[in-house]
């Protein structure tokens, strides 16, 4: 069984500083690991996904993730953060093949402060 | 664009009395999911339909039920809302059943 673990519930960083946020995965083979955002009363966006091939990915408005196998991580990175993005943001993961629905993290909530 | 749509955004309902959301999509996915979330917690499956077949997730309750009478379109009925089941309902679609999923803006459902 595929499982993710998102390590702080909630994190506040200030405006311009590093965005760092964590996701750990357990599953017995390679797995597809994704990160979602999602702003107040609005539904779940793709920011960047990590399927094959070069493990650090970047995504939309500035944000990368690199996959480490060796570490089963998958951490959310943005150099400098902004206002806009305050958020909930959720890592998910599921199985490379077959039918298996995305399995996600509990969320972390990111507060910027001016 | 395509996208998923889910309709309404709010819906308001009476205890027990039943409810259907809609979620409709123009991305030709031939999976399609509900979600049911509750406040400050992730998503929870519900049911998914891959192609015709339905999945239905172990811990989803009777009360809960789901209609695709074609690719595009996915019903929630909910037979008799419990006060414990007002949240925001998500629709997700994807290619595959091992792609990125696509959500829609939710159906916020507030039960009175």
């Known amino acids: 069984a595929q499982s993710v673990t998102q390590l702080g519930s909630h994190v506040s960083v200030s405006e311009g500083a590093l965005v760092l946020l964590r996701c750990n995965y357990s599953s017995s083979v390679p797995p597809y690991l994704f990160w979602y955002v999602q702003y107040p009363n609005q539904g779940l966006q793709l920011l960047l996904k990590?399927?094959?091939?070069?493990?650090l990915v970047k995504g939309i408005n500035g944000f990368e993730a690199e996959f480490k196998k060796s570490e089963t991580s998958f951490h959310l990175t943005k150099p400098s953060a902004h206002m806009s993005d305050a958020a909930e943001y959720f890592c998910a993961v599921r199985m490379n093949s077959g039918n298996t629905p995305l399995v996600f993290g509990k969320g972390t909530r990111l507060s910027v402060i001016a | 664009d395509a996208m998923v749509i889910q309709n309404p955004r709010y819906q308001v309902t009476q205890f027990g009395k039943p409810v259907t959301l809609s979620c409709s999509q123009t991305l030709n996915h031939n999976v399609m999911y509900w979600y049911q979330q509750k406040s400050s917690q992730a998503p929870k499956l519900l049911f998914h339909?891959?192609?015709?077949?339905?999945?239905n997730e172990a811990d989803t309750p009777d009360n809960f039920q789901s209609r695709r009478p074609n690719t595009s379109f996915c019903f929630l009925d909910i037979r008799s809302p419990g006060l414990g089941d007002a949240a925001m309902y998500l629709c997700?679609?994807?290619?595959?059943?091992?792609?990125?999923?696509?959500f829609g803006q939710g159906t916020r459902l507030t039960v009175v």
């Open positions: 339909y891959y192609d015709k077949d339905f999945n």
């Open positions: 997700a679609t994807s290619r595959g059943g091992n792609t990125e999923a696509f």
């Open positions: 990590y399927t094959t091939g070069a493990t």
